[in-house]
């Protein structure tokens, strides 16, 4: 399964709101153009579309980035640990900005002006609420769905906002992105800018409450929480042991390729990485580790870098002393091994051999859920 980094989550959440957004005003100037005055089904071609559009959008995105495209639900899952609070604001930055994209899309498909101040009043204690429940309801539909039956949320959540757009006096708009993107539309599903702000803190609020309710019902929710929308992966959520020294061309190396040879990719890995990395792995190093089925020609030594210590779950450094790196806020363990540069090969296998030890004994501590069975 593959690894998304930041960026290209928050592509996929971009894109997603951007054709979401286009999906509720296309359908929307659609509606009211075929309606012929008639509200009620101008209404109902809006909600159809954009219920068929979240399925088909989350099942397509979910994948890559989870398919929030949605400030409150970025936000709750942030609460109960999904997503890393360092990353919300990029994906709230990606879900906004698609937003606005999906409204000059529409508007352009219809020959509109790309961007028009809303003048559709929506505002009254009322609609305040109907935000707030319809937001409360569409988090108590993840957490519940997510935590028993993933696969099932896009169709949940589709469903869910379909009978919102009925139910509530607002027709449900439950998302601080699309709202402020709607409210660039003077159409049949704009919203006037000035009433805004009370629907995005109702939203906000609802997402609160509605996360807050499903912790105390199910505790295990932060385990949940890295599947919202549904099951995807990303560097940040598969735990990653960085094995570290100075020149990354012996010890470490060894380390990962070890490491690796139990770990399930799908829930950890092992990456390896240097302050000063060598030209290549040491020669007498790739022969032993040979002689037990893992080759490390093609390996390169890495610089080790800030992108690779944030992504990092722990730092594993090998007894490097002073020159060992250190990364403020990571966890470390330091393992004290020989530098295997210029020692014999009866020398390298006994460092070989030790740094397999320990691997195995890190793996028996804290990595047993994630690699396989280590006895012996």
């Known amino acids: 399964?593959?690894?998304?980094?930041?960026?290209?989550?928050?592509?996929?959440?971009?894109?997603?709101?951007?054709?979401?957004?286009?999906?509720?005003?296309?359908?929307?100037?659609?509606?009211?153009?075929?309606?012929?005055?008639?509200?009620?089904?101008?209404?109902?071609?809006?909600?159809?579309?954009?219920?068929?559009?979240?399925?088909?959008?989350?099942?397509?995105?979910?994948?890559?980035?989870?398919?929030?495209?949605?400030?409150?639900?970025?936000?709750?899952d942030a609460i109960e640990n999904g997503i890393r609070w360092r990353e919300v604001p990029t994906y709230i930055a990606a879900q906004v900005v698609g937003g606005i994209a999906g409204v000059a899309a529409a508007h352009a498909m219809f020959g509109e002006s790309l961007f028009s101040f809303s003048r559709h009043t929506r505002s009254g204690s009322g609609q305040v609420f109907s935000e707030f429940v319809a937001t409360f309801g569409l988090l108590a539909v993840i957490w519940g769905c997510a935590r028993l039956r993933a696969s099932a949320v896009p169709f949940a959540v589709g469903a869910y906002i379909t009978s919102a757009y009925w139910f509530t006096a607002s027709t449900s708009f439950a998302n601080p992105a699309v709202t402020i993107a709607r409210s660039l539309s003077d159409t049949f599903a704009g919203i006037r800018p000035v009433d805004v702000p009370l629907f995005v803190a109702a939203q906000v609020g609802g997402a609160l409450t509605a996360t807050m309710l499903f912790r105390w019902l199910s505790p295990s929710l932060p385990e949940t929480a890295k599947e919202v929308l549904v099951p995807h992966n990303s560097d940040d959520q598969i735990r990653t042991y960085l094995f570290a020294c100075v020149h990354n061309a012996g010890r470490s190396q060894m380390a990962a390729a070890l490491f690796n040879l139990y770990s399930d990719p799908t829930k950890c890995r092992a990456i390896s990485a240097g302050t000063e990395p060598a030209a290549h792995v040491h020669p007498e190093v790739v022969e032993v580790m040979r002689e037990i089925g893992i080759d490390l020609s093609a390996s390169k030594p890495q610089r080790l870098t800030e992108s690779l210590a944030g992504n990092a779950s722990v730092l594993i450094t090998m007894g490097c002393g002073e020159s060992c790196p250190y990364v403020p806020g990571l966890r470390r363990l330091d393992w004290p091994l020989s530098d295997?540069?210029?020692?014999?090969?009866?020398?390298?296998?006994?460092?070989?051999?030790?740094?397999?030890?320990?691997?195995?004994?890190?793996?028996?501590t804290e990595c047993a859920d994630c690699c396989v069975s280590i006895r012996g």
Request: charged share 15%.
């Open 1 to 76: 399964m593959a690894h998304h980094s930041l960026a290209k989550r928050a592509v996929a959440e971009w894109l997603g709101t951007t054709f979401l957004l286009a999906a509720v005003v296309g359908s929307g100037i659609m509606g009211e153009r075929l309606a012929s005055g008639n509200v009620a089904i101008a209404l109902l071609a809006n909600t159809v579309s954009t219920g068929a559009a979240l399925i088909a959008l989350i099942l397509t995105f979910g994948g890559i980035s989870g398919a929030h495209f949605n400030p409150a639900v970025t936000i709750a």
């Open 340 to 364: 295997p540069k210029g020692q014999s090969l009866e020398e390298i296998r006994k460092i070989r051999d030790s740094v397999h030890e320990r691997v195995k004994t890190l793996i028996r």
